[in-house]
């Protein structure tokens, strides 16, 4: 009993530990409000176990529990998993030069939503437009908070309360166990699978149109294959029932395959310049992926589907903010800078025309 009460003896007050020098430096850093907390709960937990007190223990607690509780967990790695672009990771790394030209932007003021010429309120999805267009040979683009919000708010625009056609094969799951109907219901859009999970045909698609059917979608399976006694209609035959229905055909994309890919040793697959030349009326896809820039869903296709995709509630939920603009506008424009990919996509770099798995969510 002795021994324990001397412990508690050699508790100082809270006060007394401030005024020491030895914690003059924590309160420097973290402010003496933050360490008075830390120095309250280092006391109540020696009390709690009849502990003496130490300044050298406690200052070191109580630096331990302030830097825990003020920093983030989040760390630079070193990618050894033979995966590319690995979504746990951070994705596509950010080209070193474009990340220091987009900060002239992101570190202060800009034209986010100001229209320099006329002086008056403009809107910030107006920055990317003549970059896509001059990439992806689309008419009008608009940029959400990633991929999944890009598909969200294209279904959401154009088929809420109606059917999409989707086959059973493209029904994917990605990371984080959100699966493409869950995406597709949520958009307020209503499911119509056709086929089946590894077989599926145009004339599927075209059986199924329906007087409540409001688009047909083509969902990229890139992180995984069926392969086999497997059938899968072209973009070309899916676009040829779009058109003889009259319904705007769709194609979540995902990865953003800018450039071919086959070169560097990867399954040939067409680009998106490529898709809407085919004539899909909008593609949704990532610019973390194969664009390599951060993280950002671009909706590309026709004037008014983008034009009902501006004016839905959701946008403003769901928009992206200006550092993501700067450095996906920087990303975009190196793809274009003369005609090269010298600095749009890291993975050009890292591939070395070896053929690597890369893990891509849809």
Request: aromatic content about 4%; charged content about 25%; hydrophobic content about 40%.
């Amino acid at each position: 009993m002795t021994k324990t009460l001397d412990s508690l003896r050699t508790i100082p007050s809270v006060e007394r530990v401030l005024s020491g020098d030895a914690y003059a430096p924590l309160i420097e850093e973290f402010g003496r409000s933050r360490v008075k907390e830390a120095v309250v709960d280092h006391l109540g937990a020696l009390r709690a176990k009849r502990i003496a007190y130490d300044e050298a223990a406690g200052v070191a607690a109580a630096g331990e529990a302030l830097r825990r509780a003020t920093s983030s967990t989040l760390r630079r790695t070193i990618n050894g998993s033979g995966v590319i672009i690995h979504t746990n990771l951070g994705r596509s790394p950010i080209d070193p030069a474009l990340w220091s030209r987009a900060g002239e932007i992101a570190t202060g003021y800009s034209n986010l939503e100001l229209d320099l010429a006329r002086g008056e309120r403009g809107a910030r999805d107006e920055h990317l437009g003549a970059l896509c267009r001059s990439l992806f040979g689309c008419e009008a683009a608009v940029l959400a908070n990633n991929n999944a919000a890009g598909t969200l708010l294209l279904l959401a625009a154009v088929a809420a309360g109606r059917e999409v056609i989707v086959s059973r094969g493209e029904l994917v799951e990605i990371g984080g166990s959100f699966r493409v109907p869950d995406v597709i219901q949520q958009g307020g859009a209503r499911l119509r699978e056709v086929g089946t999970t590894n077989r599926t045909r145009a004339r599927d698609y075209a059986e199924a149109v329906a007087p409540e059917t409001a688009a047909i979608l083509r969902v990229h399976r890139s992180n995984f294959e069926i392969v086999g006694f497997t059938e899968t209609p072209s973009i070309e035959e899916l676009v040829e029932v779009a058109r003889a229905k009259g319904l705007p055909m769709l194609y979540d994309e995902g990865s953003g395959r800018v450039v071919d890919l086959a070169p560097y040793g990867f399954a040939a697959a067409p680009t998106i310049r490529e898709l809407i030349a085919s004539g899909v009326d909008a593609v949704t896809c990532s610019t973390d992926k194969l664009i390599g820039a951060t993280q950002g869903g671009l909706i590309l296709g026709r004037a008014d589907l983008i034009g009902k995709v501006r004016k839905h509630p959701l946008m403003r939920a769901l928009r992206a903010g200006k550092e993501s603009y700067a450095v996906i506008a920087e990303t975009l424009r190196a793809f274009l800078a003369d005609g090269s990919i010298q600095q749009g996509c890291t993975i050009y770099d890292l591939v070395g025309g070896r053929r690597i798995s890369d893990e891509i969510d849809p």
